[in-house]
């Protein structure tokens, strides 16, 4: 659902709350960063969930995404032009150039963390390198906007207008996913409100100090912006087949500004 009206407020969690998020959200980082250290050539993306879930279970975490509405795996292992939602697989072996995307979530105590990262297997090509790092740009300008007294469609403004200044950084052209984006997250993964990732500014209900979003750009190279579902019913693929990349964090809005609730080792 997409709020349009001025009306309503994100609700917010207390500073406790927001502690057991980051607990959470702390074992997400080092699932995602044990899971890139383990991608490489010849390694399946079913072999990476089992890194997942291991790094999860270990932290006394659940894997959040197994089994949520039947998911099969511990993380989202999306591959080039597969842009989210990607079903791990043993037959999905990666190779030298790939561009991965690793979207995962820990549930601790309660609390859900969910991110998601893209990275290269080996050296990208130049403009996919350009594409990866214009998405990871554009979360870290966009999530600058989830700070008390903004609206949700201030986030989406900011992601949008983030996406086009990428562009022109980057010298890329970029589209961004069509009908797909980030989420209010808390005792849930996935909460009210939806978060677009392009949209008008002062729309929607307002930003409370304390109030969380999973905010996740999607971005596709050539500015491609459609897709199609396989017949998994979960796998996003791009429609013309051009490489896709996605960022995400988890991120709450404090009164000394956006705190992001799912840090990794290696930020």
């Not at 292992?77 to 072996?93: C, M």
């Not at 307002?206 to 459609?226: F, N, R, T, Y």
Request: with cysteine.
């Amino acid at each position: 659902m997409i709020f349009r009206a001025r009306r309503g407020r994100i609700p917010a969690k207390t500073p406790a709350e927001l502690d057991a998020m980051e607990a959470a959200g702390r074992v997400v980082g080092a699932a995602l960063v044990e899971v890139r250290a383990a991608a490489r050539p010849g390694v399946s993306t079913a072999e990476l969930d089992r890194v997942a879930e291991e790094v999860i279970r270990s932290h006394g975490a659940q894997p959040t995404f197994l089994g949520y509405n039947g998911f099969p795996g511990s993380i989202c292992a999306s591959v080039n032009d597969v842009v989210v939602h990607g079903i791990p697989s043993e037959r999905t072996v990666l190779a030298e150039g790939d561009l991965v995307s690793i979207d995962c979530g820990a549930t601790l105590d309660g609390w859900v963390g969910d991110s998601a990262w893209s990275f290269g297997i080996g050296e990208l090509d130049g403009g996919v390198d350009k594409l990866n790092r214009a998405t990871a740009w554009v979360l870290d300008e966009g999530l600058q906007a989830m700070v008390p007294g903004n609206r949700l469609g201030d986030v989406s403004f900011a992601l949008e207008a983030a996406t086009r200044q990428a562009e022109e950084r980057f010298g890329v052209a970029l589209g961004i996913l069509d009908g797909y984006g980030g989420h209010g997250i808390g005792r849930s993964m996935h909460e009210d409100p939806y978060l677009p990732n392009e949209g008008k500014a002062g729309r929607g209900p307002l930003i409370q100090e304390g109030s969380v979003l999973a905010i996740e750009p999607m971005l596709i190279l050539g500015g491609e912006v459609d897709s199609a579902v396989l017949d998994d019913d979960w796998t996003v693929v791009t429609a013309d087949g051009s490489p896709a990349s996605h960022w995400e964090h988890t991120v709450a809005a404090t009164a000394s500004g956006p705190r992001i609730l799912t840090p990794r080792a290696e930020d």
